[in-house]
């Protein structure tokens, strides 16, 4: 990429699984993206705070722990208050309805187990082109 994407990946919650957002880190990484990734127990404060001062392009967000239905709702939340309007997509564990209902709620792209790394670096490309 001539002028890369920036990406934040970020792990809101108490979750202590970081490998797989290591991994599509890694593989963004090697498609041309900078990646910005925060580490483990991120609040929603911090998650927003890093994407204002990284100005990045996408913000994702990989949860494990079950509760990313309110994690990503605040994360929403504060994007809007602070006028962030930036695409968000989420990695981990999360049961169809919930991947419907996030997508309802705005979320760009929802990523399960299995989903392939070349797949997410596509979707997420194709989120980033339609927003310019």
Do not use: C, W
């Amino acid at each position: 990429m001539q002028n890369p994407y920036r990406v934040l990946i970020a792990k809101p919650g108490l979750d202590g699984h970081d490998r797989g957002a290591k991994v599509v880190a890694r593989a963004l990484r090697d498609a041309g993206f900078e990646v910005i990734y925060t580490g483990l127990h991120q609040t929603p404060q911090m998650v927003v705070e890093a994407a204002v001062q990284e100005d990045v392009d996408i913000v994702g967000l990989s949860i494990l722990s079950g509760a990313h239905v309110p994690l990503v709702s605040a994360v929403q939340d504060l994007m809007k208050q602070r006028k962030v309007h930036k695409p968000i997509f989420v990695g981990g564990i999360i049961p169809p309805d919930d991947a419907k209902l996030l997508k309802g709620q705005g979320i760009a792209a929802v990523f399960g187990p299995g989903a392939s790394l070349s797949g997410i670096v596509d979707e997420i490309l194709r989120v980033l082109k339609r927003k310019s």
